[in-house]
Structures are given as structure tokens and as C-alpha cells.
């Protein structure tokens, strides 16, 4: 069993940059490919970015590509996701997510959520 507690979320204007962290309890993250998605009002939860296990692999959405960098601490049980340019599209409630096998980009792969965190960003 994995618990997930992600902070970081906040307000800021269009073109700031804010940098979330997903911390895991319980077992070693190591174990675990990572993800983070996003949710934003009446829409429906969405990819973010992803990491393999042992950071060696990544994976972006086309719309947080080049702007977001997601990467991890195995030492620190800890997920980062550097988020940069940011835009009022990307307000949303963002989670962390752990998956035992591969990166995916389904939120049907991933075993373990945390409660989420909410970035909003002001025009």
C-alpha cells in the first residue's frame, strides 16, 4: 500500500511558475512508475506527464510539453512536477499517481492516487 500527499499547488499569474511534489508513504517509491494528471471544472481527468521508475523515461502531453518537467527523488520518496510559462488553461486540481508496471497514460494503469492539489493561474 502507497500513500500520496502532493503540495505545492497555489495562485499565480499567467507566465509564473510553481513547482508541485508528490511524497509517498508506505513503501518505496522506487517501486513504482509515476504520474501526474490534472482536472479541471465539468472536464474530465487528464494526462500530465509520467515517470518511469527510475527516471530514465518521461512522458508529456502535447499541451505541457517543453513548459513542464517531471522528475523524482527515489532517495526522498518524493515526485516533482516543475511547472513553467503557465497558463490559465492549466488551472486545475492536479494529482499524483503510482503505477506497478510501466508509464502509462490511462488513469486505469494507476494503482494508487493521492487527494489532489489545486493550481490556479490568473490572467
Known amino acids: 500500500q502507497v500513500q500520496l500527499v502532493e503540495s505545492g499547488g497555489g495562485l499565480v499569474q499567467a507566465g509564473g511558475s510553481l513547482r508541485l511534489s508528490c511524497a509517498a508513504s508506505g513503501r518505496t517509491l522506487s517501486a513504482y512508475s509515476m504520474g501526474w494528471f490534472r482536472q479541471a471544472p465539468w472536464k474530465e481527468r487528464e494526462f500530465v506527464a509520467a515517470i518511469s521508475w527510475s527516471g530514465a523515461r518521461t512522458d508529456y502531453a502535447d499541451s505541457v510539453k517543453g513548459r513542464f518537467t517531471v522528475s523524482r527523488d527515489n532517495a526522498k520518496n518524493t515526485m516533482y512536477l516543475q511547472m513553467n510559462s503557465l497558463k490559465p488553461e492549466d488551472t486545475a486540481v492536479y494529482y499524483c499517481?503510482?503505477?506497478?508496471?510501466?508509464?502509462?497514460?490511462?488513469?486505469?494503469?494507476?494503482?494508487?492516487w493521492g487527494q489532489g492539489t489545486q493550481v490556479t493561474i490568473s490572467s
Open positions: 499517481a503510482a503505477d506497478q508496471t510501466f508509464i502509462s497514460r490511462s488513469t486505469d494503469e494507476y494503482d494508487y
